[in-house]
Each structure stands twice: as C-alpha cells, then as structure tokens.
C-alpha cells in the first residue's frame, strides 16, 4: 500500500469537524495549520504550550485515515500526557489513540502486526532503529515522524540514525522536529543549519515570547500578579557572599592551572557560574586536557559543583538542615584525608579560605549557640549547654502571610465565576521542597505548650502570635523536631567516626580492627538502623521520654543562666502531642491504607507541587485554581500560567510571585530570560542569512554512497573493469551495541549494520573476524567482574581471529591515566587506577595469545578501523553468526526479554555460557533469587552457585 503523503491530509485535520481543535489561542492555531502543510523544526519558548500543539497534530493525523505516524524521543511521562490528552480529545470511530511500544516484551511478530494495524504511536529509539533496519516495520506505509527534544539530536545520535534510515527508505513521508529549548540551538558554528542537517529538513519555525502573534495571544487577558520581594536574612546574605567569595576564588586558582591554549576560558566567571549548565560546560572544555591537567585542577572542579550546591540548599533548607550538610561536608573531608595519609593537602583548598570559616560559624549560629557533648548528644535528650535559635527561613512567614490574606479574601468576596476552584496551588522547585512545606504549613498553627498555660490557650481567631501558651505563624514546632533529629544525626557520625578510625588502627596494628568495626556497626543504635534525620520517630506506648542529660564538659553556666537554657531545653524535648502524633511524612502501612483514602473538596484545598514542566499545564486544568503562589520564580510557569488564563474568559487567577530580593535566586532567574532571549535573537539572525539547503529535499535527495558501490572501478589483468554490484558492505551487530553511537556512524560510511541477538562478540566483521567492544567504565567493569576473560574464552574457541575494541570518547583523552580513580578494587595491594588496567590487560593478553587488541579514539576512527579490517575479505554470514554459542539442539529464534537477560549477565557467577542454562530452566529473576544454593548449583556448578546465592543474599 502507498504511503499517505502530507498533501492528501492538508485540507482534512484543519477543516474537518470530526477533528476536535483544542487551541483556544490563535498563535496556536496558526502554528497548527502551518505545520499540517509543510514540514519544519519548530523553536518554541518554553511554557507556551509545546506538547498541546504536538497532542492536537498527531489526533488529527490519527481520525484522518489509515497513517502509520512514529512519535519519537518522547519521555515516558510525555507519552502519558500525550495518551491521555489524545484520549479526551476524542474523535471519530476510526481514531485509534496513541499505542506505546517502550518495552522489548512485545515481540518481533507482535510489533509487526501493530505497525500493520498504523495509527499513532510513541517507539523507543533502539527499537524503531531495529525495526526500521530488519524491515519488521513497512517503511513505505509510514506516513511520518515526529521528533520531541530535537535540541538532543546530534549527528551520532540514535534519532538522526533514525531519519538517515527512515529518509533513505520513504521519500514522500513527513519529518515534523519540535524542541522548547533554544538554548540548545546557539551554541557552536552554524548550529541551526547543522540541526536541520541531522534532522533532514529545510524550515525552522521561531516563536520566542516576543513574537507578534505570541504577545498579542497572551496580553489581551492578563492574570492579577503580585510580587513580593523578600529579603534574606543577614546571617543567610552574609552565607551567600561568603560562597560566593569562595567561587571566585576556586575560579580564580582554575584559570592559574589551566591550559589558556586550548581552553576558552572567557566565560568562566561568577555570574557564568550561577547557571545551571555551567558544570556540564567546564567539563566538557577539560575533557580533552583531563590527563595533562594537575589533581588539584581536578579537586577544584569539584568543588565548584559543590559550592554551586551550596547556594542552592541556602535558599531552600532550614537552617538545621543547611548546618547539617556542612557538617557532612567537614566529616567527608576529614575521613578522606585521614584515609589517604595526606592530611591537609588533600583538602579542598576553598576549606582554608576566611570566608569558608565564615560559612561554617554563620549556619552554626543560624542553627544553635553553645556546645555538644564530643559523641554529638542524642536524639531523645537536648544538652544542657546548647542554646537553640531555629532562624527561619524569610519566605516561610511570607507564605503564611499569603494563605492567611487568600482565606480573608475567600470570606470577604466569595468566588462569583464558575470557571475556577476555591484551589490554592502553591509551585516549588523541586520535591524535597514541596515534603518541607507541606511539613510546615501542616505544624505552622500548632500550639506551643509550656508549663503554664499548657493546652488552655487555643489559637484565636487571626492565628496571631501569643506569648503563653500560644499559637504562632513560627516553625518552631518544625524546627524542634529537624533539631532532634540533626542530635541524633551527630551522635551516629561520631560513633562512626570512632569505629572508622578504630579500624584504621587496627589495620595498621595487627588487623583486628574490621572485626571490632564489624562488631560496633552491628550494634543496636548503629547508625545503620536508624531512621534517617529529617523523619519523626513513632513511639510506641507511652511518650514520655528522660529529660535529663548527663553533666558535659566545659564551664558551668550561671544560675540565671542555667534557669533561661533549662526552659529553652524543656522547650525543646518532644511534647505528648508530638509524641502522639501520627507521622505525617513516612509512608503508613499498606494494610491499613484503606482508612486514609478520601476525596478532597477542591474548595478549600491547599496543593503543595513541584515544577514538572509540560505536566503542569495538565495540572492548571485539572486543578483551576483561583490562587498561585509561586514560591520559587520559573520562567517557563510564568508563560503557563499567561497560557492558561488567556485560554479561559470565565476564569479568574491571582498569583503571587515570591523571590529572594539581591539573591543568586533572582540572579539566575534574570538570567536564564537572558540567555533564552539572546539565543533566539541569534537563531533569528542566522536563520536570514542561511543558505538553502537542496540536498535535503526528500524528491530530489541522491544517496552518494549507493553511486559509488553500483559503479565501481576494479583493476583485472592490467586493463579497467566497470563492475555494477549495488550490495553495500555488512557488519554483523549486537542488538545491545545500538546503545552507542558506531552503528549510526557505520551506517553513515556506507556499511549497512545487520542486528541480531549475538551469544559471542558483538561485532562480526568477516567470517574469521570477531570483535568484543569495550569503552572505558565497561572495561573496568568487565575486570572487576571477571566478565572478560569469559568473553575471550568464548570468542577465541569460536573464530580464528578474536579481539578486543577498546574505545575512548571523542572528546575525552586518548589515555588511561584520567580514569586512575576509577578502579575501586577490593585489593589492597593492587595497583590503583590506570596502572592497575594496564596490568590485567598483560595477563589478559598472556592468557590469550591470539587476542588483538584495538585502541580507538572516538566512534568514528573505529568505523575507519572497521572499514580497514574488512577491506578484501568476504562478508559473514548471518546465520551462522547466530548460532555460534549456544548449545547443541538450542532454537536460535527463542526469544527472551532482553532487560532482565542483561540483569542476569551482570550477576556474579553467571557467564554467557552459563546464562542460557539459567533461562532454561528458571522462569524469571524472582524466581532465581529465592533459590537455594544447592539448587543453583545444578546449573551452574558450586564455585557459581556459591557467588550468584551471596549476590542475592548479602546483607548491607
């Protein structure tokens, strides 16, 4: 059956009224109608409705007619939404929904038969690559592609593989790339025309904010905003010049090492810093130079990644919490340091900078005053000389403040539209944020019992702070508990502290220390089995708990003194309530999880969420709430919410947007408007002076390579010879090597990769020639593991001419020494990190005299090795690559799930010889890990069964 070209669709998704449209605003629907006639990459800013322009294009194309369109590259929580919207759209009968094949359970024949049924459907890419490259899809019956995250596609990507394949075979279907990530596209030489150039299309689309068509969809009904600049606290702006400082700094040590020939180091500055790709950047710039640059370079990259951190927790832990991850930092480095025997010089150097010190004594203060006990106290009892402050953080009053004003505004002027609910929406980052907010707002108006009052003094009708026994708009119920817990915390690292150093004695001294470490971690308040710090602790029976503390250490406070810090520890010890109380994070019992299950009036409800991105525009409409609270500024929400309210006449939305005034957060925030319009603004100017590219036509595209192998020039008994062969060169491939990126470049040199399920090697380029690859982390894994010599065993017994791939990334170094801290062996004595491989690859070339070893710089010199290799040799023969390991008897076509076969390869004591055996003759992996020794023994042999029954059964 011919394909359905874009053409025959034109007039059909646009006008007819079995196609339910719903793009309320008009820059949607006029980028709805451009896209149905032509094909185009459309640029879209990010929050202006990307995935409801796609969800609407692929149902149109699915109550056409019979399409067979292909959504790719597509996240799974994508495919949801899109499903699901496709769902509610609805449509005519013939509308099939979109059908998702993401897992490899579905058989070959299985998806055969889908393709063949056409619709709309999201495919992984290593299985449309597959399927596209065996024909188990009809290519001619493909009506089109559509690519989400095009900024992702590169030129060695599995998605171009995709296109290259896809264009090669269909000439008349359509390709349709849509990205909302613009910054993606302005980085590097020509980047757009390089991206249409994977993508094989001619037209960008742009649509930033300040398009036209954009900014009058969105002005005419605009939302209530108010902002609210909140300041930080002093002891929190005095934190955040410190770690700033120290970025400046570690900076400034950075340029001083690095190599000013080969790195462009212009942008590395603070501000350059702050944003949230400035690591993968830097990383990306040293890569080349990893090997030649000095331990410290390295220690300070880093640090800077930490320190990056670092402001972002200032702004978003408490202050407890904030203290405590300093207090791991300091642990972390001190144990390291102590276990290399280095001392101070192995170190973050930032650690001996004043403004470090300024970190640490600022976010103690901001936590407590006083000391501790040297085994950090307990968890259950406050030290005497602690004297606890518990700041807060600024925007939590705020917040408060903020729901207070929206409950007297729903009393005073009641909802008089029926578009929206009475739905407070408060957006966070992230949901760690989202867990201590809800924690927050639910103990924010709890009482405050002291001796005297007790219980007497309800909270009064403003919820106003009161000073007896009272009700307050403070966390100080929270805080109390986030103090405990960091109590507890301590007293867990300094006994691990002392058992880690009591072992290093003992190592030193005669070896009995791991013994005596083993025997103090397993006892009963070891640290392992406690519940973590920020989780409340259920007691059971009664709730009381000792409220004495033994006498420390140091001076003695004053009477008056003494008096103040016993109420404040009285203050601070767990009350009855709290004791009581139900736990409100940890998750409850499944038995009894029919009790909590209930269905919330959206009136008066409160939603504590964290930015999800395109889920969010799903979330306003579910939602319709009458408040948002923006409690962390986001770009890409701000559009949402413009979205949103423009698309509905009848609905009324007042947000308040909340940030930290002189902040890093409203410096970020700045910037990334910032980079987003300065990346449009050069993807625009490119875009007017690029050339046409006409060897991207689909009509008109000539495959070069194919002229090339049908008229060859072959020199025979001295004279020219014109041979016509149009059979490209073949290599045999793994389908697990359509992870990387040589099938794509192998099939780009012009040698057509053949995948199939290979028992041995993953490469067979002749008859004779058999070829395992190896990147760098998999070939330390294989060592460690043993998997390896496994493999040498069985390509050396099967082919004449093994070997083993070794193959760096383009842009790293073409050295073993970066990867020095990589091979984390058990041994003691062995040599550590790059001389350690070096070593294992002698013994492995010992072992195998007949093992060749090849050393490749990138992907792409490998597909120059490969085409070396085979050049006057036959091809090989699929068939018999197939069968080449198995069994005798053993069916090459069964088939087995490939995820859970790959989980039972990397199991101790399972090898490829040994694999087939165990799917065999046991169903699954559950089924496996509930064996007995002696049963796995049966089919794998003792020394095996004793590795794979301890990979199942050791405790942690």
């Given at each position: 059956?011919?394909?359905?070209?874009?053409?025959?669709?034109?007039?059909?998704?646009?006008?007819?009224?079995?196609?339910?449209?719903?793009?309320?605003?008009?820059?949607?629907?006029?980028?709805?109608?451009?896209?149905?006639?032509?094909?185009?990459?459309?640029?879209?800013?990010?929050?202006?409705?990307?995935?409801?322009?796609?969800?609407?294009?692929?149902?149109?194309?699915?109550?056409?007619?019979?399409?067979?369109?292909?959504?790719?590259?597509?996240?799974?929580?994508?495919?949801?939404?899109?499903?699901?919207?496709?769902?509610?759209?609805?449509?005519?009968?013939?509308?099939?929904?979109?059908?998702?094949?993401?897992?490899?359970?579905?058989?070959?024949?299985?998806?055969?038969?889908?393709?063949?049924?056409?619709?709309?459907?999201?495919?992984?890419?290593?299985?449309?690559?597959?399927?596209?490259?065996?024909?188990?899809?009809?290519?001619?019956?493909?009506?089109?592609?559509?690519?989400?995250?095009?900024?992702?596609?590169?030129?060695?990507?599995?998605?171009?593989?995709?296109?290259?394949?896809?264009?090669?075979?269909?000439?008349?279907?359509?390709?349709?790339?849509?990205?909302?990530?613009?910054?993606?596209?302005?980085?590097?030489?020509?980047?757009?025309?390089?991206?249409?150039?994977?993508?094989?299309?001619?037209?960008?689309?742009?649509?930033?904010?300040?398009?036209?068509?954009?900014?009058?969809?969105?002005?005419?009904?605009?939302?209530?905003?108010?902002?609210?600049?909140?300041?930080?606290?002093?002891?929190?702006?005095?934190?955040?010049?410190?770690?700033?400082?120290?970025?400046?700094?570690?900076?400034?040590?950075?340029?001083?090492?690095?190599?000013?020939?080969?790195?462009?180091?212009?942008?590395?500055?603070?501000?350059?810093?702050?944003?949230?790709?400035?690591?993968?950047?830097?990383?990306?710039?040293?890569?080349?130079?990893?090997?030649?640059?000095?331990?410290?370079?390295?220690?300070?990259?880093?640090?800077?990644?930490?320190?990056?951190?670092?402001?972002?927790?200032?702004?978003?832990?408490?202050?407890?919490?904030?203290?405590?991850?300093?207090?791991?930092?300091?642990?972390?480095?001190?144990?390291?340091?102590?276990?290399?025997?280095?001392?101070?010089?192995?170190?973050?150097?930032?650690?001996?900078?004043?403004?470090?010190q300024t970190i640490f004594e600022t976010a103690k203060r901001r936590a407590y005053?006083?000391?501790?006990?040297?085994?950090?106290?307990?968890?259950?009892?406050?030290?005497?000389?602690?004297?606890?402050?518990?700041?807060?953080?600024?925007?939590?009053?705020?917040?408060?403040?903020?729901?207070?004003?929206?409950?007297?505004?729903?009393?005073?002027?009641?909802?008089?539209?029926?578009?929206?609910?009475?739905?407070?929406?408060?957006?966070?980052?992230?949901?760690?944020?989202?867990?201590?907010?809800?924690?927050?707002?639910?103990?924010?108006?709890?009482?405050?019992?002291?001796?005297?009052?007790?219980?007497?003094?309800?909270?009064?009708?403003?919820?106003?702070?009161?000073?007896?026994?009272?009700?307050?708009?403070?966390?100080?119920?929270?805080?109390?508990?986030?103090?405990?817990?960091?109590?507890?915390?301590?007293?867990?690292?300094?006994?691990?502290?002392?058992?880690?150093?009591?072992?290093?004695?003992?190592?030193?001294?005669?070896?009995?220390?791991?013994?005596?470490?083993?025997?103090?971690?397993?006892?009963?308040?070891?640290?392992?089995?406690?519940?973590?710090?920020?989780?409340?602790?259920?007691?059971?029976?009664?709730?009381?708990?000792?409220?004495?503390?033994?006498?420390?250490?140091?001076?003695?406070?004053?009477?008056?003194?003494?008096?103040?810090?016993?109420?404040?520890?009285?203050?601070?010890?767990?009350?009855?309530?709290?004791?009581?109380?139900?736990?409100?994070?940890?998750v409850d019992p499944l038995e009894h999880m029919e009790d909590f299950y209930e269905?919330?009036?959206?009136?008066?409800?409160?939603?504590?969420?964290?930015?999800?991105?395109?889920?969010?525009?799903?979330?306003?409409?579910?939602?319709?709430?009458?408040?948002?609270?923006?409690?962390?500024?986001?770009?890409?929400?701000?559009?949402?919410?413009?979205?949103?309210?423009?698309?509905?006449?009848?609905?009324?939305?007042?947000?308040?947007?909340?940030?930290?005034?002189?902040?890093?957060?409203?410096?970020?925030?700045?910037?990334?408007?910032?980079?987003?319009?300065?990346?449009?603004?050069?993807?625009?100017?490119?875009?007017?002076?690029?050339?046409?590219?006409?060897?991207?036509?689909?009509?008109?595209?000539?495959?070069?390579?194919?002229?090339?192998?049908?008229?060859?020039?072959?020199?025979?008994?001295?004279?020219?010879k014109l041979s016509a062969t149009a059979e490209p060169p073949r290599v045999i491939?793994?389908?697990?090597?359509?992870?990387?990126?040589?099938?794509?470049?192998?099939?780009?040199?012009?040698?057509?990769?053949?995948?199939?399920?290979?028992?041995?090697?993953?490469?067979?380029?002749?008859?004779?020639?058999?070829?395992?690859?190896?990147?760098?982390?998999?070939?330390?894994?294989?060592?460690?593991?043993?998997?390896?010599?496994?493999?040498?065993?069985?390509?050396?017994?099967?082919?004449?001419?093994?070997?083993?791939?070794?193959?760096?990334?383009?842009?790293?170094?073409?050295?073993?020494?970066?990867?020095?801290?990589?091979?984390?062996?058990?041994?003691?004595?062995?040599?550590?990190?790059?001389?350690?491989?070096?070593?294992?690859?002698?013994?492995?070339?010992?072992?195998?005299?007949?093992?060749?070893?090849?050393?490749?710089?990138?992907?792409?010199?490998?597909?120059?090795?490969?085409?070396?290799?085979?050049?006057?040799?036959?091809?090989?023969?699929?068939?018999?690559?197939?069968?080449?390991?198995?069994?005798?008897?053993?069916?090459?076509?069964?088939?087995?799930?490939?995820?859970?076969?790959?989980?039972?390869?990397?199991?101790?004591?399972?090898?490829?010889?040994?694999?087939?055996?165990?799917?065999?003759?046991?169903?699954?992996?559950?089924?496996?890990?509930?064996?007995?020794?002696?049963?796995?023994?049966?089919?794998?042999?003792?020394?095996?069964?004793?590795?794979?029954?301890?990979?199942?059964?050791?405790?942690?």
């Open positions: 059956m011919a394909s359905t070209t874009t053409s025959a669709l034109e007039p059909a998704p646009a006008s007819s009224p079995a196609v339910k449209i719903s793009l309320p605003l008009p820059y949607q629907q006029e980028l709805f109608t451009s896209l149905l006639t032509s094909d185009a990459l459309l640029i879209l800013a990010r929050g202006l409705g990307l995935l409801r322009i796609v969800t609407n294009l692929l149902h149109a194309y699915d109550v056409a007619g019979e399409n067979l369109v292909l959504l790719v590259n597509a996240s799974e929580d994508e495919t949801d939404w899109v499903g699901e919207a496709m769902a509610e759209t609805g449509g005519v009968g013939c509308a099939k929904g979109l059908r998702v094949i993401n897992t490899e359970a579905m058989g070959v024949a299985g998806r055969r038969k889908t393709y063949e049924r056409g619709g709309v459907m999201a495919v992984t890419s290593r299985i449309l690559v597959v399927d596209l490259l065996t024909d188990n899809i009809p290519s001619d019956r493909i009506t089109g592609v559509v690519v989400l995250h095009a900024d992702r596609v590169t030129a060695t990507s599995l998605e171009a593989f995709i296109l290259r394949v896809y264009r090669r075979k269909n000439k008349s279907g359509f390709i349709k790339a849509f990205s909302d990530n613009p910054s993606g596209f302005a980085s590097g030489f020509s980047p757009l025309s390089t991206m249409l150039k994977n993508l094989h299309l001619r037209t960008p689309t742009l649509y930033p904010r300040f398009h036209v068509a954009v900014a009058e969809s969105l002005e005419s009904k605009t939302a209530e905003v108010i902002e609210l600049d909140v300041p930080l606290s002093p002891a929190m702006l005095d934190i955040q010049n410190a770690i700033l400082q120290c970025i400046e700094s570690s900076l400034s040590e950075l340029r001083k090492g690095g190599n000013s020939r080969e790195i462009d180091m212009e942008d590395w500055n603070v501000e350059a810093a702050l944003h949230r790709a400035f690591d993968v950047t830097l990383r990306r710039q040293l890569d080349p130079v990893w090997h030649r640059v000095s331990w410290k370079t390295r220690q300070i990259v880093g640090d800077l990644k930490e320190l990056r951190d670092m402001l972002s927790y200032l702004v978003t832990y408490d202050a407890v919490s904030f203290h405590q991850y300093l207090e791991g930092i300091l642990a972390t480095q001190s144990s390291g340091a102590t276990s290399m025997g280095m001392g101070r010089m192995n170190q973050s150097p930032w650690l001996y900078l004043d403004a470090a005053v006083g000391t501790l006990p040297k085994n950090g106290g307990s968890g259950a009892t406050i030290p005497a000389t602690l004297h606890p402050v518990l700041e807060e953080l600024p925007k939590w009053a705020t917040l408060s403040g903020i729901l207070d004003e929206i409950e007297r505004e729903a009393v005073m002027n009641p909802q008089l539209d029926h578009g929206t609910n009475g739905t407070v929406l408060v957006m966070c980052s992230d949901a760690k944020e989202c867990r201590q907010l809800r924690e927050y707002l639910q103990t924010v108006n709890r009482p405050v019992e002291d001796e005297e009052d007790g219980e007497d003094d309800a909270e009064d009708d403003d919820g106003e702070e009161k000073e007896g026994g009272r009700v307050t708009h403070s966390a100080n119920y929270m805080m109390r508990r986030r103090l405990r817990g960091y109590l507890a915390w301590k007293q867990d690292l300094s006994k691990f502290k002392a058992a880690y150093n009591e072992m290093n004695r003992g190592t030193g001294g005669g070896g009995t220390g791991g013994a005596q470490m083993q025997k103090r971690m397993q006892e009963p308040q070891s640290f392992r089995g406690r519940a973590p710090a920020n989780k409340r602790r259920r007691m059971r029976g009664s709730g009381n708990v000792g409220s004495s503390s033994k006498a420390t250490a140091g001076a003695q406070p004053s009477d008056e003194q003494a008096v103040n810090v016993a109420a404040l520890w009285q203050s601070l010890q767990p009350t009855e309530e709290e004791a009581a109380a139900k736990q409100e994070i940890a269905l919330f009036e959206l009136k008066n409800l409160v939603v504590v969420h964290p930015f999800s991105g395109d889920m969010d525009d799903r979330l306003l409409e579910e939602l319709r709430p009458r408040w948002i609270v923006m409690y962390n500024p986001d770009t890409a929400f701000v559009r949402r919410v413009e979205v949103y309210r423009s698309s509905h006449n009848d609905r009324q939305v007042k947000v308040y947007f909340l940030y930290y005034g002189d902040s890093v957060e409203e410096q970020r925030f700045l910037s990334a408007v910032r980079r987003e319009k300065d990346a449009f603004s050069k993807l625009i100017k490119e875009k007017g002076s690029m050339a046409v590219t006409l060897t991207t036509d689909a009509h008109t595209d000539i495959d070069q390579a194919e002229l090339l192998r049908t008229i060859t020039n072959t020199r025979l008994g001295g004279g020219g491939v793994d389908i697990r090597e359509f992870r990387s990126s040589l099938p794509s470049l192998l099939d780009a040199r012009g040698t057509s990769p053949v995948p199939v399920t290979l028992t041995v090697g993953d490469y067979i380029l002749t008859p004779t020639i058999c070829v395992e690859r190896k990147s760098i982390k998999d070939l330390i894994a294989s060592f460690r593991n043993g998997r390896l010599y496994t493999q040498c065993e069985a390509m050396s017994a099967s082919y004449a001419q093994p070997m083993v791939l070794i193959e760096f990334e383009k842009d790293q170094s073409f050295s073993l020494e970066p990867f020095a801290g990589a091979d984390t062996s058990s041994s003691s004595t062995a040599a550590p990190g790059g001389d350690d491989i070096q070593a294992k690859l002698v013994l492995l070339t010992i072992a195998f005299p007949r093992m060749s070893f090849i050393w490749s710089s990138s992907p792409h010199q490998t597909a120059e090795i490969f085409a070396e290799l085979k050049s006057g040799h036959p091809e090989p023969d699929v068939d018999a690559a197939v069968v080449v390991g198995l069994e005798a008897g053993e069916d090459p076509n069964s088939s087995y799930n490939n995820a859970p076969q790959e989980m039972l390869r990397v199991i101790p004591g399972i090898s490829g010889k040994n694999a087939r055996l165990v799917m065999q003759d046991v169903e699954n992996l559950t089924e496996l890990s509930n064996m007995d020794e002696a049963d796995i023994a049966k089919l794998v042999g003792k020394e095996a069964a004793k590795k794979v029954w301890r990979f199942f059964n050791k405790t942690f």
